[in-house]
């Protein structure tokens, strides 16, 4: 009897935040960008999609990125949410080492050499 291994999503809200991420991690993780909003539709098709997946919010610490966040806690509960620290605002403009930690107290994967 062999275990399956759950997939891991991180959904973050655009492409600069997406290539921060993938620079400092150490697994493979679908990545979803949402381009800053995201339609209830849109939404509701990803939930479908993302069923039985451990799905990671990490969005800015900001307006635009707090609306988002809310929008997901209300629609997609199961989410577990990472939370960048509100000095650095933004996922994408955040150091490498913060971005790393925050995703490792996820339990995702990231290199070594970021912590």
């Given at each position: 009897?062999s275990l399956?291994?759950?997939?891991?999503?991180?959904?973050?809200?655009g492409?600069?935040?997406?290539?921060?991420?993938?620079?400092?991690?150490?697994?493979s993780?679908?990545?979803?960008?949402?381009?800053?909003?995201i339609?209830?539709t849109?939404?509701?098709?990803?939930?479908?999609?993302?069923f039985?997946?451990?799905?990671?919010i990490?969005?800015?610490?900001?307006?635009?990125g707090?609306?988002?966040?809310?929008?997901?806690?209300?629609?997609?509960p199961?989410?577990?949410?990472i939370?960048?620290?509100?000095?650095?605002r933004e996922?994408?403009?955040?150091?490498?080492?913060?971005?790393?930690?925050?995703l490792?107290?996820a339990n995702?994967?990231?290199d070594?050499?970021?912590l």
């Amino acid at each position: 009897m062999s275990l399956v291994e759950v997939e891991k999503v991180l959904i973050v809200e655009g492409k600069s935040d997406k290539k921060k991420v993938l620079n400092v991690l150490n697994e493979s993780i679908e990545i979803i960008c949402t381009n800053g909003t995201i339609s209830v539709t849109k939404l509701d098709e990803l939930i479908d999609e993302l069923f039985l997946k451990d799905v990671y919010i990490l969005v800015d610490s900001d307006d635009a990125g707090d609306r988002l966040r809310k929008q997901f806690k209300r629609e997609f509960p199961e989410a577990s949410h990472i939370y960048i620290d509100r000095a650095y605002r933004e996922v994408a403009t955040a150091p490498d080492h913060h971005v790393a930690s925050v995703l490792l107290s996820a339990n995702i994967d990231v290199d070594a050499k970021f912590l």
